[in-house]
């Protein structure tokens, strides 16, 4: 294994969310500063490797920052594509989206997932009103415990539009932090 290495925080420049974690050495970590793209050590490999080199989805330099130790770096970036192996944004995505990317490519015909993905955003779109009615229907006159079972049903028929769309629901996120400001 490589000495030295050094835990490396990836965020999006733009947004601020946290997009993955890697390993550096001082080679990926130079590199890294010189190149205008992350790099970073496969501890698996054992060897220097280029984020995206395979997937083209790359990660350019914007900032590097040790911390104050500098055992571990802050890499600010801007993503050209999904940071994630599975096709998420980030890393760090919610389970339930990553578990939506995954019956996605799963393609099975017992998946509900995907059942509802390929009959296209029309169909969902009719299922988020359904959920949304069942939702308001509940809070007004039913148990607590039914009021979050409908909400987890419209989270979830909510997602599966986004997706249908081909939008991350990190661009809901980021549409929210803006109307923060």
Known sequence: MSENLRAAIVQDDATGRVLMLGWMDEEALALTKSSGYVHFFSRS?????KKGETSGNTLRTVEVVLDCDEDAVLVRANADGPTCHDGATSCFTPWLWRKILQREQENSDTSYVSKLLKAG?????????????????????????????EAADLWFHTLLLLKSRGLDPAAVEDELRRRDK
Do not use: C, F, N, Y
């Open 45 to 49: 490999r054992q060897q220097l490797w």
């Open 121 to 149: 955003s029309p169909l969902i779109a009719r299922k988020v009103g359904e959920e949304a009615v069942e939702l308001a229907v509940a809070a007004l006159s039913e148990t607590d415990e039914r009021v979050i079972s």
